[in-house]
């Protein structure tokens, strides 16, 4: 079983509705991170928050907006999306301590599909 | 900017063992870790190399080269189970780790 919890496991939505997805760990991790996943390709990174604030963007669409309300919540909101951003969206954690890496952990992802 | 390169499928024998290379490019350098993803699930974390040299963990085994820009994981005892896409991931500066486009490993009996 994962440690990094994410909600809802399924969606599908129409190109004018409005969603979001959320993700939550309790390991105490200060570095939460949102990836897209499409089929037999890599995860891609799309946003970092590091101790709640917004550290990388990779030049993601604005109708992709990340939140971060605490150190163990992230949401990604969705809004005016296209059928070509149907993927899987990944949430992973990980400590920040310095120069220390940690490896990420991920969450199982939530499948979603644009209509 | 960075570039990470491995092979996109491999085939091997249950029991045999089997290596699977990365070979990158980068402009900062804080780690190569690697990760195994089960189809439709989440990457699981298996080895990370900062320094050269080979880490081993039980079955899996993973070796950096810093100054050729090169990486291996090794798989040993092969099991059915293993079979999955093998992600090789560097992570440059900040908490930005970029994957490699993956390596399907099928294991046949």
């Known amino acids: 079983d994962t440690e990094v919890t994410q909600t809802p496991k399924h969606l599908v939505m129409g190109m004018t509705n409005k969603k979001s997805l959320k993700c939550e760990q309790h390991m105490g991790h200060r570095a939460m991170y949102w990836y897209k996943q499409k089929a037999k390709k890599p995860p891609e990174l799309m946003f970092v928050?590091?101790?709640?604030?917004?550290?990388i963007n990779e030049s993601v669409p604005s109708r992709f907006s990340p939140e971060c309300p605490n150190s163990s919540l992230l949401n990604l909101h969705l809004h005016a999306l296209q059928p070509e951003d149907s993927a899987l969206y990944l949430c992973?954690?990980?400590?920040?301590?310095?120069?220390?890496?940690?490896?990420?952990?991920f969450g199982n992802g939530t499948r979603l599909t644009v209509t | 900017g960075q570039n990470i390169d491995q092979p996109t499928e491999m085939t091997a024998t249950e029991g045999a063992i089997v290596q699977i290379n990365c070979t990158y490019q980068t402009s900062g350098f804080n780690g190569l870790f690697w990760y195994q993803q089960h189809a439709g699930e989440a990457p699981t974390f298996l080895s990370y190399?900062?320094?050269?040299g080979l880490e081993e963990k039980g079955r899996f085994s993973s070796f950096l080269s810093r100054s050729k820009g090169y990486s291996y994981l090794l798989l040993k005892e092969l099991q059915m189970k293993d079979s999955a896409s093998y992600l090789c991931?560097?992570?440059?500066?900040?908490?930005?780790?970029?994957f490699g486009g993956g390596t399907r490993v099928l294991v046949k009996p």
């Open positions: 928050y590091s101790y709640e604030k917004l550290s």
């Open positions: 992973a954690s990980s400590q920040e301590q310095g120069n220390y890496n940690s490896p990420l952990h």
């Open positions: 190399n900062v320094l050269d």
């Open positions: 991931a560097l992570k440059a500066a900040g908490n930005k780790l970029t």
